[in-house]
């Protein structure tokens, strides 16, 4: 049995009130996402994106990971396209500037490489495209719960071979710096009032 998806997705079944409320959250930040084209980077096993999916059902939603196990999941969970993929090169396996939105939820501070996962994101997303995160403020209170939660990481990613790496987390303040000089716009971040989160738009600019 893929061990690893099955205990990820037993958080979902534990804290399901709480899960619940976060998804409430991001559908509020996010608005109706019907008749666009959605890709949720670093999705593991696409609790958020099959949520969306059975939304707003008109959304082309697509769904990368370095995870095949994860992905493999989550495709069984609505009509959504899966790739094996990393976010540091989402830009050889899609045309640029094609998705109206990048999500990533809890999923930059995850990557190998945060600032080229970044930018593929900007060249994957059509101008006046939006990407929505929502990442930890490691200066925020309730950070070092995440610290615990890393090592739960540790065990999921050794029972699929995949090599661990800890977690690297912004401020608020790097985040947005970055996202402006990577070339986005509009760059609004919302704390969550719990645990660290915050909540992050940004769009990429039109033309000029
Ligand atoms: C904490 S999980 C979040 C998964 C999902 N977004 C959610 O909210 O349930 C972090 C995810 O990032 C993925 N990940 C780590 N490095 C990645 C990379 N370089 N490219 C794409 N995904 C990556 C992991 O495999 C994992 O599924």
Same mark, same amino acid.
């Given at each position: ?88 090169? *989402? ?6 500037? +094609?998705?109206?939105?990048? !999500?990533?939820? $809890? &999923? @930059? ?69 970055? *996202? ?6 509009? +760059?609004?971040?919302?704390? !969550?009032?719990? $645990? &660290? @989160? ?11």
């Amino acid at each position: 049995m893929p061990l690893a998806a099955w205990i990820y997705d037993l958080g979902e079944r534990i804290f399901r009130g709480k899960i619940s409320q976060e998804r409430a959250e991001l559908l509020a930040f996010l608005g109706n996402t019907n008749h666009k084209k959605l890709l949720e980077a670093g999705a593991g096993t696409c609790r958020f994106s099959a949520f969306l999916k059975r939304c707003f059902p008109y959304t082309e939603v697509y769904a990368t990971d370095i995870s095949r196990e994860y992905l493999a999941r989550g495709a069984k969970k609505a009509d959504i396209e899966t790739v094996l993929c990393p976010t540091e090169e *989402l830009i050889q396996r899609f045309p640029s500037s +094609v998705f109206d939105i990048v !999500l990533m939820v $809890d &999923a @930059l501070h995850h990557h190998a490489d945060r600032i080229r996962a970044l930018l593929n994101v900007f060249a994957v997303l059509k101008p006046g495209g939006m990407l929505v995160m929502r990442e930890v403020d490691r200066d925020a209170p309730g950070f070092l719960k995440y610290k615990l939660i890393d090592k739960i990481d540790l065990l999921l990613s050794a029972l699929q071979g995949l090599k661990y790496r800890a977690p690297e987390y912004f401020n608020t303040s790097e985040l947005q710096t970055l *996202l402006r000089l990577i070339g986005f716009c509009h +760059v609004e971040v919302k704390p !969550l009032g719990r $645990d &660290a @989160l915050i909540l992050c738009k940004a769009v990429k600019p039109l033309p000029s």
